[in-house]
């Protein structure tokens, strides 16, 4: 007697805990703490904040658009190597990014990683400092703005497009296919501080806004974090 034996190809859909990074996480704007932590290193730097309140005011005034505002806020990063680069960065997590964390939100992510869910941080910010937090044993994946390294020399010129928005939601589509990695998105989560991030919180089950203070939530449920 012959026996046919189907197999059935079982597919593992992963479960995500998606996090803002700057006021979701941390208490306040991160490019802003890094280039403040950089005048320390490199005063001469402070010749570049009224670049910086320019390109804020002409953003705010919608002359130029975000990409450009950070590209020309961040003008400080151009010529420092990455050796260099390396050892500014991981100073700055230890004395400044990682004294700015929301315990509560170190607390959800540490609860939500104990339940199996696949810890990822996406952010507006650049990668390159961002990728630091992997400090955080939790934590799985990091995307955030690329800005360009030529030569090995960092400079202030974004690779693509800014990591806001629906960037966000395709940035994190874009790794996931590249890994083969299927999600169960309606048990997923996301925190964020931001209707701008809305193309992401409508992508999961279980959004929730961050010390929001608007009055429209678009029905997501608001947590205090401290």
Same mark, same amino acid.
């Given at each position: ?47 570049? @904040?009224?670049?910086?309140? &320019?390109?804020? %005011?002409?953003? $705010?005034? *919608? =002359? /130029?658009?975000?990409?450009?505002? !950070? ?56 990668? @390159?400092?961002?990728?630091? &937090?992997?400090? %955080?044993?939790? $934590?799985? *994946? =990091? /995307?955030?703005?690329?800005?360009? !390294? ?77």
């Amino acid at each position: 007697m012959i026996k046919n034996t189907l197999q059935r190809k079982v597919i593992y859909l992963e479960k995500l805990a998606i996090f803002d990074v700057d006021f979701t996480i941390t208490k306040r704007e991160t490019l802003l703490e890094f280039y403040l932590f950089m005048i320390k290193k490199r005063p001469w730097i402070i010749l570049y @904040f009224p670049i910086c309140i &320019l390109s804020a %005011l002409l953003f $705010v005034i *919608k =002359i /130029i658009p975000a990409k450009r505002t !950070k590209e020309l806020f961040i003008k400080f990063i151009d010529g420092i190597d990455e050796k260099s680069m390396k050892s500014f960065v991981d100073e700055f997590y230890e004395k400044r990014l990682s004294k700015i964390f929301y315990i509560d939100a170190i607390e959800e992510i540490k609860k939500l990683k104990e339940e199996n869910f696949k810890v990822y941080l996406i952010s507006a910010s650049g990668e @390159f400092y961002l990728n630091t &937090l992997y400090n %955080l044993p939790e $934590v799985d *994946k =990091i /995307i955030g703005t690329v800005f360009l !390294k030529s030569n090995g020399v960092y400079r202030s010129k974004i690779v693509g497009r800014n990591c806001k928005g629906e960037e966000k939601v395709r940035r994190l589509k874009e790794f996931l296919n590249n890994k083969n990695i299927e999600v169960d998105f309606e048990n997923s989560y996301m925190f964020s501080d931001s209707l701008s991030d809305l193309p992401l919180l409508k992508l999961v089950g279980n959004p929730y806004l961050i010390n929001f203070k608007g009055n429209d939530t678009e029905g997501i449920k608001v947590l205090h974090w401290k």
